[in-house]
């Protein structure tokens, strides 16, 4: 049995990188959500940008999501 090492840290590497990225993503958009609900609960006029960046950054983890289930799914190709 041959296990190719290089494609095995090629693997772990990006799959790596790709999990801590969706979760900061994650983090981004639920940071600027209390932003926006700490604006509103002191009677502040709700920034827009933070609404924005929080539906882009959710918006991105579900697409990451559902292109990761893609690639999983065999009948979806």
């Known amino acids: 049995m041959h296990i190719n090492w290089s494609a095995l840290g090629e693997v772990a590497l990006v799959s790596l990188l790709f999990?801590?990225?969706l979760?900061?993503?994650?983090?981004f958009g639920v940071t600027a959500m209390a932003?926006?609900?700490?604006a509103i609960d002191e009677k502040r006029p709700a920034p827009m940008v933070d609404t924005a960046v929080a539906s882009l950054c959710f918006a991105a983890c579900l697409a990451a999501v559902l292109y990761g289930l893609y690639l999983i799914i065999p009948q979806f190709h």
């Open 19 to 21: 999990g801590v990225g």
């Open 23 to 27: 979760a900061v993503l994650f983090a």
């Open 35 to 38: 932003r926006r609900a700490a």
